[in-house]
């Protein structure tokens, strides 16, 4: 049965988007204005270029901020003019025409359906690209570049071949406690251990004082030396992470990264899951926090606008910061990312369903 769109439905669409844009306009810029207040010193004693700062880094920051806090806009927006509808007795109005409540959601649906779409595509496709620059620009200008690694590296180079590093160190891209073990089915025909080991560009490894036993059956080889230069096909990039890394890439790409991570045996890759599965939940958490806004708000109650709006934020803020908890589990290995990610949007559907039925009666 297709769906016509009455007066109605236009009216609240139009409202829904409107505060949305309203609500991110308003909170960008007090957001922009706080961060280069906070900023300007640092700005000043690096010499960062002004058209860097707009164009590099604020160009790129606004759509970052906007997406990552799509959901809390989305609620604020749909709390703000329904409560106003409610006020001006409009929903009461609506309801006595005739209108069920179910068909009143109607184009609140659609409504967060346009808006969870744009906010996959930007998180997926747009923003990543533009996040690259962004983050050039912060190293560069505002922070000192972090890495993080686990502290024992074991990655498969190829098939049935395996490297494992004790430590590496980004600064001078070398790592001690190196080995490589070579199997042939389940069976070890040749192993590898060096004191030390240094990258040198492409996939070119130099190998310092190594010792190389090969396996033939019961006879065994040894070869030793100080210094050789060899070929692996791994670079310090497939296990040295700086933050932000995941932000940086596409969701095609990016699970194109974890399915390769994986693959390789290379463990520390949380933060790549949990962005991947994130940018799902965030997408759909916009239909979740509709439902408990326009729950909250259709009608009226003591206190008007004011604890609505108190409530709203209670409730986003609460759910972000939910969000911010569960990811903690999957980056300690308590549980998997995808699980971590999508626990505060089982929890707060569970309270639209509730609040929807409520709002009902």
């Known amino acids: 049965m297709k769906l016509k769109l009455s007066i109605i439905d236009w009216y609240i669409i139009k409202k829904f988007l409107g505060t ?17 207040t906070q900023k300007i010193e640092t700005f000043g004693k690096t010499s ?23 959901s809390l806009f989305v609620f604020i927006a749909v709390i703000f003019f329904t409560t106003k509808l409610a006020d001006d007795s409009e929903i009461i109005a609506m309801l006595s025409s005739g209108l069920s409540f179910d068909r009143l959601v109607v184009p609140y649906v659609i409504s967060a ?3 969870a779409i744009l906010t996959f595509v930007l998180s997926s496709y747009i ?42 160190t980004a600064y001078d891209n070398r790592g001690t406690g190196f080995s490589l073990d ?3 089915g389940k069976e070890l025909v040749s192993r ?9 560009s492409a996939y070119h490894w130099t190998i310092n004082n190594y010792v190389i036993r090969n396996f033939e059956g019961m006879k065994e080889t040894i070869v030793t030396g100080n210094k050789m230069d060899t070929v692996l096909t791994i670079t310090p990039s497939d296990f040295l992470i700086s933050f932000g890394d995941y932000e940086k890439l596409t969701t095609p790409k990016l699970k194109a990264y974890i399915d390769r991570q994986k693959k390789r045996g290379i463990g520390n890759i949380q933060q790549f899951e949990i962005e991947y599965h994130r940018r799902y939940a965030t997408s759909f958490a916009s239909f979740i926090l509709t439902i408990i806004g326009v729950s909250l708000s259709s009608r009226k109650i003591k206190g008007g606008m004011g604890m609505n ?11 972000i910061l939910f969000m911010q908890i569960t990811s903690t589990f999957a980056i300690s290995g308590m549980v998997s990312p995808m699980v971590a990610v999508w626990i505060p949007n089982v929890i707060y ?3 639209a369903a509730f609040l929807y039925k409520r709002a009902l009666r």
Request: glycine fraction near 4%; aromatic fraction near 24%; proline fraction near 6%.
């Open 127 to 168: 923003i990543p690209p533009g996040n690259v620059t962004r983050i050039e620009f912060e190293k560069k200008y505002t922070s000192t570049p972090k890495t993080y690694l686990s502290p024992h590296i074991q990655l498969e180079v190829e098939p049935g071949v395996y490297a494992y590093f004790s430590s590496f």
């Open 182 to 184: 070579k199997f042939e």
């Open 309 to 319: 709006i108190g409530l709203g934020l209670l409730l986003s803020f609460s759910y």
């Open 20 to 36: 949305y844009i309203f609500t991110i306009c308003l909170f960008i810029t007090i957001t922009v204005i706080i961060d280069y």
């Open 192 to 200: 590898l251990t060096a004191k030390s080991i240094t990258w040198d």
């Open 113 to 115: 359906s346009l808006i």
């Open 349 to 351: 559907f569970f309270i």
């Open 48 to 70: 960062a270029p002004f058209h860097a700062i707009i164009f590099d880094y604020y160009f790129n920051f606004i759509p970052y901020f906007i997406n990552a806090f799509s």
